[in-house]
């Protein structure tokens, strides 16, 4: 056994999208591993027979290829996926013949395909493609552009003919964005889509369901927003979708299931209101509406029953922190024809991600993948839940790492590790957390002495709709002291040392970061990235001023008291931790101006401060930056918390 490198974590494959065949007999699914040398993420496709006891693999398209999104047609014959390949003009549609393994192309989109859906008959895939032509001739003649709060690109629907090759367009205009999880009717004569204004996050609260008639493409909308993610009953005459009852902070809701008519769009009825957490729709079939959601600190498959309003959990609690996986946005369930199988990515508190088989009957599992192999020489801690109660009452939960063998007289360090969202949480399904691939390297930290504390603190998914809304109005305040309050009870257990406390997050648990590192003096040592610090001037920056909005209750002009107090900024000058910052010089969610304002303010006054920029997003996408990220992290509190002196390291002070 040894311990873990942090390209260990980084190399890790990750499975997604598994797609299991009508028939149940094979199941295709993507994985997503580095290649170094051009430093990207490459994903491709496997499929997998599970004729015998021991799935057969096979690559789908040659190593090195890009390739995803693999949907089975109805009929079982074929497997559609797209491919990014090197002569394609973007991602383009490819169809494997499963009898014969020959592979050929399907379209030559322009501007590429990011989506698509068979047809019930096989005989036809709908595709949704991102068009920009207006700005591209706008460009020819002016140069480079963006224009505030607009957008110049609309998503629509095509269709492509599986055996003529011939492509027509179902969806234009500027009335709507197609956005994704389009899905045929069972007849095969519309497809269902929600449809943003434009394309641009500003609209999402406005999402209408709309219809396309494939026959005289004929569009209707037949619901009003916010809705999202609808699929069609089995008989074809309603559809459910997600629903934001109108009035609610749509941020900071768990929604509804809501149905209506497919003809005519009546007859909307809220249907499930008993399950308190925020489904996502999956698939309707002959026993009710699959959907997945959070359950404290893991996330299972659910099936609701319009009629009886019963709501079955269709995955287990074995193994220990067994969670299904965050399903593509795009991704309906995947089932066999009759439901009796779905496919999934999984994984639990002592198993990377793997892809999994149920039959919904008898609950049997079956775990079709084996990459959790690739882990065994490594010296790995598996986590555990833990709960604390708050000053004001509130019963808080986490997820706590500890090293091997600690002993009560043997004090060792602690790092908070903060999710973003802020309604995501903190899962104990994965013997290497999603933090481990790209920011921070929560194992070798632990294999270091040091202890984690992942929190869930007020406004994580998982704990119902009014544990969500209890960040509203002043967001960091009562989840700070969530956090402290944490600390404190690990702290009175005796082993954890008081003096070496770190603390880490990226996005909303980076701004969380900046707020308790700079509002306290609990911290030797901060790592924020991505962080909001300057809540005005993030209203003023993002591209999503209707959060920050939401969050405070109103703009800066109408509380700008509350703004301030919130704000990591403002109290730099009394700040003695020594804080990390990682962010992206082309963030248009947090843009990198909240990163200066707070390193440059820390120094003035004498803080200390290291301030690191990349070349991405909001978060890392290439395996070079995931290293580099991961690294800065590992020394920053090797440094803090054990006075380690790691190589290059600079500080500014």
Request: with cysteine; hydrophobic share 35%.
């Given at each position: 056994?040894?311990?873990?490198?942090?390209?260990?974590?980084?190399?890790?494959?990750?499975?997604?999208?598994?797609?299991?065949?009508?028939?149940?007999?094979?199941?295709?699914?993507?994985?997503?591993?580095?290649?170094w040398e051009t430093d990207e993420f490459i994903t491709s496709i496997w499929l997998a027979s599970l004729a015998s006891s021991t799935p057969e693999l096979r690559l789908l398209e040659p190593s090195g290829c890009k390739s995803w999104y693999p949907r089975w047609s109805p009929n079982g014959r074929y497997l559609a996926f797209l491919s990014d390949q090197p002569r394609n003009r973007g991602s383009q549609i490819y169809c494997l013949e499963i009898a014969s393994g020959r592979v050929k192309p399907l379209t030559n989109a322009p501007f590429g395909v990011v989506e698509?859906?068979?047809?019930?008959?096989?005989?036809?895939?709908?595709?949704?493609?991102?068009?920009?032509?207006?700005?591209r001739q706008e460009k020819t003649l002016y140069g480079p552009y963006e224009i505030a709060d607009h957008s110049h690109f609309y998503h629509h629907l095509w269709l492509v003919e599986l055996n003529s090759g011939q492509q027509n367009?179902?969806?234009?205009?500027?009335?709507?964005?197609?956005?994704?999880?389009?899905?045929?009717?069972?007849?095969?004569?519309?497809?269902?889509?929600?449809?943003?204004?434009?394309?641009?996050?500003?609209?999402?609260?406005?999402?209408?369901?709309?219809?396309?008639?494939?026959?005289t493409r004929c569009v209707r909308k037949v619901a009003n927003p916010p809705c999202e993610a609808v699929i069609w009953s089995p008989d074809g005459n309603q559809l459910a979708f997600n629903y934001c009852p109108p009035g609610e902070p749509w941020y900071f809701?768990?929604?509804?299931?809501?149905?209506?008519?497919?003809?005519?769009?009546?007859?909307?009825?809220?249907?499930?209101?008993?399950?308190?957490?925020?489904?996502?729709l999956l698939s309707w079939g002959k026993e009710g509406i699959y959907f997945h959601a959070l359950q404290g600190t893991s996330r299972y498959i659910f099936c609701l029953n319009p009629v009886s309003q019963e709501c079955k959990k269709l995955t287990c609690d074995t193994p220990p922190g067994f969670s299904v996986s965050m399903p593509q946005r795009n991704a309906h369930l995947s089932a066999t024809s009759d439901y009796s199988q779905i496919a999934f990515v999984a994984g639990d508190r002592t198993h990377v991600e793997e892809v999994y088989v149920l039959e919904t009957e008898t609950g049997h599992l079956r775990c079709v993948t084996n990459f959790s192999k690739q882990m065994q020489s490594l010296k790995l801690q598996p986590s555990q839940v833990i709960q604390w109660r708050t000053a004001d009452g509130v019963q808080v939960e986490g997820v706590l790492t500890k090293p091997a063998n600690v002993q009560p007289h043997e004090k060792c360090p602690l790092i908070v590790c903060l999710h973003g969202g802020p309604a995501f949480f903190a899962a104990l399904n994965q013997l290497i957390d999603k933090y481990d691939r790209g920011a921070y390297p929560i194992q070798l930290w632990v294999s270091g002495g040091s202890a984690v504390l992942q929190p869930n603190y007020r406004g994580s998914g998982g704990r119902g709709h009014v544990f969500r809304q209890l960040n509203l109005q002043k967001p960091g305040m009562g989840e700070i002291e969530d956090i402290l309050a944490g600390i404190d009870a690990l702290v009175e257990q005796g082993w954890v040392d008081a003096d070496r406390i770190g603390i880490c997050g990226w996005s909303y648990g980076g701004f969380l970061t900046a707020l308790a590192s700079t509002k306290t003096k609990r911290f030797a040592a901060a790592s924020c990235g991505g962080a909001i610090t300057d809540w005005s001037l993030q209203f003023s920056a993002t591209d999503v001023p209707e959060f920050v909005e939401q969050c405070m209750q109103g703009t800066p002009w109408e509380n700008p008291a509350k703004y301030f107090e919130c704000s990591p900024v403002n109290y730099a000058p009394e700040t003695k931790t020594a804080v990390l910052i990682q962010h992206s010089q082309n963030d248009v969610r947090v843009p990198v101006s909240n990163a200066l304002s707070l390193h440059r303010r820390l120094i003035r006054h004498g803080g200390v401060s290291r301030l690191i920029t990349y070349n991405m997003e909001h978060s890392p996408y290439r395996p070079k930056q995931c290293r580099h990220i991961m690294k800065e992290n590992l020394d920053w509190f090797n440094h803090w918390l054990h006075l380690e002196e790691p190589e290059l390291l600079d500080v500014e002070a």
């Amino acid at each position: 056994m040894r311990v873990p490198s942090i390209d260990d974590f980084i190399e890790i494959p990750i499975p997604s999208d598994a797609q299991l065949s009508p028939d149940g007999l094979s199941v295709a699914y993507a994985v997503t591993v580095p290649k170094w040398e051009t430093d990207e993420f490459i994903t491709s496709i496997w499929l997998a027979s599970l004729a015998s006891s021991t799935p057969e693999l096979r690559l789908l398209e040659p190593s090195g290829c890009k390739s995803w999104y693999p949907r089975w047609s109805p009929n079982g014959r074929y497997l559609a996926f797209l491919s990014d390949q090197p002569r394609n003009r973007g991602s383009q549609i490819y169809c494997l013949e499963i009898a014969s393994g020959r592979v050929k192309p399907l379209t030559n989109a322009p501007f590429g395909v990011v989506e698509l859906a068979w047809s019930p008959d096989s005989q036809q895939i709908a595709y949704r493609m991102l068009e920009n032509t207006r700005l591209r001739q706008e460009k020819t003649l002016y140069g480079p552009y963006e224009i505030a709060d607009h957008s110049h690109f609309y998503h629509h629907l095509w269709l492509v003919e599986l055996n003529s090759g011939q492509q027509n367009r179902l969806t234009e205009g500027t009335a709507f964005d197609v956005r994704e999880r389009f899905q045929w009717s069972p007849n095969g004569r519309k497809i269902a889509f929600h449809g943003w204004p434009a394309y641009h996050p500003k609209y999402s609260h406005e999402s209408s369901v709309y219809t396309v008639e494939l026959a005289t493409r004929c569009v209707r909308k037949v619901a009003n927003p916010p809705c999202e993610a609808v699929i069609w009953s089995p008989d074809g005459n309603q559809l459910a979708f997600n629903y934001c009852p109108p009035g609610e902070p749509w941020y900071f809701t768990n929604g509804k299931v809501a149905t209506i008519s497919a003809q005519d769009g009546g007859g909307l009825t809220i249907i499930g209101q008993s399950f308190d957490e925020n489904p996502e729709l999956l698939s309707w079939g002959k026993e009710g509406i699959y959907f997945h959601a959070l359950q404290g600190t893991s996330r299972y498959i659910f099936c609701l029953n319009p009629v009886s309003q019963e709501c079955k959990k269709l995955t287990c609690d074995t193994p220990p922190g067994f969670s299904v996986s965050m399903p593509q946005r795009n991704a309906h369930l995947s089932a066999t024809s009759d439901y009796s199988q779905i496919a999934f990515v999984a994984g639990d508190r002592t198993h990377v991600e793997e892809v999994y088989v149920l039959e919904t009957e008898t609950g049997h599992l079956r775990c079709v993948t084996n990459f959790s192999k690739q882990m065994q020489s490594l010296k790995l801690q598996p986590s555990q839940v833990i709960q604390w109660r708050t000053a004001d009452g509130v019963q808080v939960e986490g997820v706590l790492t500890k090293p091997a063998n600690v002993q009560p007289h043997e004090k060792c360090p602690l790092i908070v590790c903060l999710h973003g969202g802020p309604a995501f949480f903190a899962a104990l399904n994965q013997l290497i957390d999603k933090y481990d691939r790209g920011a921070y390297p929560i194992q070798l930290w632990v294999s270091g002495g040091s202890a984690v504390l992942q929190p869930n603190y007020r406004g994580s998914g998982g704990r119902g709709h009014v544990f969500r809304q209890l960040n509203l109005q002043k967001p960091g305040m009562g989840e700070i002291e969530d956090i402290l309050a944490g600390i404190d009870a690990l702290v009175e257990q005796g082993w954890v040392d008081a003096d070496r406390i770190g603390i880490c997050g990226w996005s909303y648990g980076g701004f969380l970061t900046a707020l308790a590192s700079t509002k306290t003096k609990r911290f030797a040592a901060a790592s924020c990235g991505g962080a909001i610090t300057d809540w005005s001037l993030q209203f003023s920056a993002t591209d999503v001023p209707e959060f920050v909005e939401q969050c405070m209750q109103g703009t800066p002009w109408e509380n700008p008291a509350k703004y301030f107090e919130c704000s990591p900024v403002n109290y730099a000058p009394e700040t003695k931790t020594a804080v990390l910052i990682q962010h992206s010089q082309n963030d248009v969610r947090v843009p990198v101006s909240n990163a200066l304002s707070l390193h440059r303010r820390l120094i003035r006054h004498g803080g200390v401060s290291r301030l690191i920029t990349y070349n991405m997003e909001h978060s890392p996408y290439r395996p070079k930056q995931c290293r580099h990220i991961m690294k800065e992290n590992l020394d920053w509190f090797n440094h803090w918390l054990h006075l380690e002196e790691p190589e290059l390291l600079d500080v500014e002070a």
